[in-house]
Structures are given as structure tokens and as C-alpha cells.
């Protein structure tokens, strides 16, 4: 009898919450398809302020139609966009805002719109092992920005912004050529690596990617036939030598020494005798060796 009743008044209370539910939604329905601007206009600013974004933003946007060359149509513009981006839909937010500058752009909003547009595109970029086309819009948009407003208060941030991004486009761009040397494609790795400075001197990688060029035009040159060898050695030894003009202290440095050593060997110019070499090839190995169970030990 007990469990009947109890079995009866959660239906009861179940029915209640779903015919609330329906008048709720009724109610909201028939606001949404409503054309009284006033009180559509009040209930779009309530559920914005009560961080109720989705139904904000419909409301906004069914306002857009009503005010169109209103003294409220920068204000329902701007909050349709602010209710997407609180919701965190930035592709829909980055719509609104850049459509908002292009008809608004005098309007009290718009350098805040102008900002608000490029964090979702800041937000919308992937990472570096991804597509990067979303980040290139990105930071074009940003520098851009910076350039027509010098004194804008988001300038650090805009600033900070541009900085991420073309890190990580310089990481994209070194990852995408190392992964021809980790292939064993070192004429094309060589080639990738060049191709990276030519377009971006100031490359964060720049003293990684001298070395693999190195590095590439070197074992180019130790695995060609014996005709080709001399002149892909010579290769390797315009690259070395652009390597310690421009970083005589690098960690690089030895292992590079070495190698000219044995480029020179091969070109039949080396010196020394041939003890001396096994020794510093001997040297390096233990060395590198060395080094290596640091850095794991590190990563641990």
C-alpha cells in the first residue's frame, strides 16, 4: 500500500516538472515568435544576465530583424555576438562580430567587437600538428588590428597572442621538413629546411634547423654513389661553415666538427692522422652517449 502511494506521488511530482517544463517552453516558444520588441528586448538582456546564452542568442537574433535601423540595432548586434561567445560557439561569435564591424563601425561596441572577434579566432586555432589555416587568419587579423590601433588597451594581450601563434607556426613548419630527415629523405629534408628560412629568417628554430641542414647535406653525401660524393661533400662543408659563422658556441658544434673532419677525410684533404680521428669519433660517441641518458633521466 506504502510503496503504491510513494510509486503514485513520484508520477505525480514527474507529471508536475514536465507540465512546467511545457509551459516554459510555451512560454519561451511564443516570446521567440513574438513581434513585440519591447518585451522581447527585456527578456533576451534577462536570460543574458542569468547566463542562459542559447536562448539569449535566439532571442537577439529574432530581435536583429525587428530592429534593423533602430537606435537598438548596434546594441541586439553586439549581444547576439556576446551570447555565442559566452555560450563558447567562437565560429558563430566570430560571424557576428566581424559582421557587426562592417555595419557598425562607429558604434560604442566597436572596439570591444573588434577584440571579442579576434579572441575567437585566437580560440579557434588548433595545434601545430594541425591544419594551421585557422592560425594564419588569425594572426592576420591580430597584426592588422595592432596596426590601425597602436593605443588600444588589448594591445599586450593582441601582442602576447601573435607571439603563440607564430611559435607555433615555426614549430609546424620545423616539424613538417625533420619529418623528411626522419625518413631518410635527406635531399628533401635539406631542401625543407632551407625553404623554412628563406621564408622565415627569425625562425624560433633557426639554430635546429641550420644544424639538420648540416646534417642533411652531410649524410647526402655519405650515402651517394662514389662519383657523386665529392661534390655533395663540399655541399655539407658551405654548410658547416655557414653553421660556426653564425654559432660558434652551439652544442651542435662538436658533433659538426667531427663530421668535417671525416667530409675532409673523404675529399682527401684531412691532415691528421688517422688515430686521432678514431679517438675524437671515440671521444664524441661516449660523450654522446653521456648526454643522452641525462636527458632521459631528466625526462623522467
Known amino acids: 500500500m506504502c510503496k503504491s502511494k510513494t510509486i503514485t506521488r513520484l508520477l505525480a511530482a514527474v507529471l508536475a516538472m514536465a507540465a512546467l ?6 512560454e519561451y516558444d511564443a516570446l521567440l515568435n513574438s513581434s513585440d520588441v519591447d518585451q522581447k528586448y527585456s527578456a533576451a538582456f534577462d536570460y543574458f544576465n542569468h547566463g542562459k546564452y542559447t536562448k539569449a ?8 530583424v525587428l530592429t534593423t535601423g533602430t537606435e537598438r540595432d548596434d546594441t541586439v548586434q553586439f549581444y547576439w555576438g556576446m551570447s ?5 560557439d567562437y565560429y558563430t561569435a ?4 566581424a559582421k557587426f564591424l562592417v555595419n557598425f563601425p562607429r558604434s560604442p561596441f566597436a572596439d570591444e567587437a573588434a577584440f571579442l572577434r579576434i579572441d575567437c579566432l585566437y580560440r579557434s586555432t588548433l595545434r601545430s600538428e594541425l591544419d594551421q589555416k585557422p592560425t594564419y587568419t ?18 599586450a594581450t593582441c601582442r602576447r597572442m601573435v607571439k603563440e601563434l607564430e611559435d607555433r607556426l ?8 625533420k619529418l623528411y630527415y626522419k625518413m631518410e629523405d635527406y635531399r628533401a629534408s635539406r631542401v625543407a629546411f632551407r625553404n623554412i628560412l628563406k621564408d622565415d629568417a627569425e625562425n624560433i628554430y633557426r639554430e635546429d634547423i641550420l644544424y ?3 646534417m642533411s647535406s652531410y649524410k647526402y653525401a655519405q650515402l651517394s654513389v662514389e662519383a657523386k660524393q665529392k661534390e655533395r661533400y663540399l655541399t655539407f662543408v658551405d654548410d658547416y661553415y655557414n653553421f660556426i659563422g653564425e654559432l660558434p658556441e652551439s652544442s651542435y658544434r662538436k658533433e659538426l666538427d667531427l663530421l668535417y673532419k671525416r667530409s675532409q677525410k673523404a675529399l682527401g684533404r684531412y691532415t691528421g692522422a688517422e688515430e686521432d680521428l678514431e679517438a675524437k669519433e671515440s671521444d664524441f660517441e661516449k660523450e654522446r652517449k653521456k648526454l643522452m641518458k641525462q636527458s632521459e633521466a631528466d625526462g623522467k
Open 21 to 26: 517544463s511545457q509551459a516554459c517552453k510555451s
Open 57 to 64: 542568442a535566439r532571442l537577439f537574433e529574432s530581435l536583429s
Open 84 to 88: 555565442n561567445y559566452r555560450f563558447k
Open 94 to 97: 566570430e560571424t557576428n562580430f
Open 138 to 155: 588569425a594572426v592576420s587579423v591580430i597584426t592588422q588590428y595592432l596596426i590601425e590601433n597602436p593605443n588600444s588597451t588589448h594591445g
Open 170 to 177: 615555426d614549430k609546424k613548419a620545423y616539424e613538417s621538413a
Open 212 to 214: 639538420y641542414i648540416a
